[in-house]
């Protein structure tokens, strides 16, 4: 049997088309069965072909991306991987993508990110999503938002220098949304970490500012780390908790990738255990692979308290399943409830 993911890839360039169709046959486990230059070429290829995976563009002429994704979510649900222009433009496209259903989102190879980083990248994320159940996703998307409770606000007598960290890799820009959207507007400062391609993640701050009670920017180096306030880390920045005297602050840094990925969850944890110590919560959302774990860990030999989200409600159970297995997760919660549990267990 081929157990082959295979691929199709959707962009008007004919370069681009080209570039991925040969960089992605090079990887393990990958099939390119065809390209479309539009949505309508796309649309009888998926039909024809069933590919397992969607790479799309989502600047397009004759149908865009986004109104392309909206119909493919609704007749013929597949996973999705946004494949983006590195511009303001492209970043807002894509946040707006993710809420429609897309699982991920790359961007398009440029000065600073080379054909040979993005086609590694593109490849896991595509091995990674080729498994999610569309269908099932997105009608846990429905329910959660549906059975989303209401924050608990005398959770907050005692959050005076609380801290509340956050990592989260594929399917995480939602499951991000829904915790920040059960904080009341003055829950102690939230740090997180979504690994993110460079200037998507100040779109996706704007977006969830735009959402939440909390007011949400994109971390910059020295901004304090206070009640009501969320900080984003930069995409290809990693993120630190520092501390002078009472007062928390974040540094942004360059520095090698952790698990293949910069912003890193594994070095804001492993921070926040150093400097916040049990004055902290921890929590690992959906995501490939294993980063996160070993700092979630090491919050909670800190003292901290620590939450993994549960199989049922991720896009992908990589992340906190690898968290689990070593005892890093103090707690096992579904999406809906991980605002409410993290808020008590600051008490």
């Known amino acids: ?15 681009v088309r080209k570039v991925l169709s040969e960089e992605l046959s090079r990887e393990k486990g990958i099939e390119v069965i065809g390209t479309a230059p539009d949505p309508f070429v796309a649309r009888d290829k998926i039909v024809r072909l069933q590919p397992d995976v969607i790479t799309l563009d989502i600047e397009m002429p004759r149908m865009d991306g986004l109104t392309f994704l909206k119909k493919l979510m609704r007749h013929y649900p597949l996973p999705v991987i946004i494949v983006s222009s590195l511009t303001k433009k492209g970043g807002k496209l894509a946040m707006e993508a993710l809420s429609l259903g897309a699982l991920e989102v790359i961007s398009k190879p440029s000065a600073a990110y080379s054909v040979g980083d993005m086609s590694v990248q593109l490849a896991d994320k595509i091995r ?18 549906t059975s989303m409770p209401a924050a608990a606000p005398q959770a907050l007598s005692a959050t005076t220098n609380k801290i509340i960290a956050v990592g989260a890799s594929t399917g995480g820009t939602e499951a991000i949304k829904a915790v920040l959207r059960g904080m009341p507007p003055n829950a102690p400062g939230i740090l997180v970490v979504q690994h993110m391609p460079a200037k998507f993640t100040t779109s996706f701050a704007e977006r969830l500012n735009a959402l939440c009670a909390m007011h949400v920017k994109e971390a910059e180096d020295g901004d304090s780390v206070v009640n009501g306030t969320v900080l984003i880390a930069p995409g290809n920045y990693h993120m630190l908790l520092r501390r002078s005297g009472a007062r928390y602050y974040v540094q942004v840094k360059n520095g090698p990738l952790v698990h293949h990925q910069r912003p890193s969850a594994d070095v804001l944890f492993k921070s926040v255990a150093d400097y916040a110590g049990a004055n902290a919560v921890g929590i690992i959302l959906t995501g490939m692979g294993a980063d996160g774990a070993e700092g979630l860990l090491k919050m909670r030999e800190a003292g901290a308290r620590t939450i993994a989200q549960d199989e049922q409600s991720c896009v992908v159970f990589g992340m906190p399943k690898e968290a689990i297995k070593i005892g890093a997760a103090e707690k096992v919660v579904s999406l809906p409830h991980i605002s409410r549990s993290s808020l008590e267990m600051l008490n």
């Open 1 to 15: 049997m081929d157990s082959n993911v295979k691929v199709l890839v959707v962009d008007d360039s004919a370069i």
């Open 128 to 145: 990674a999503v080729a498994r999610v159940d569309i269908r099932r996703r997105l009608q846990n998307e429905a329910e959660t938002q």
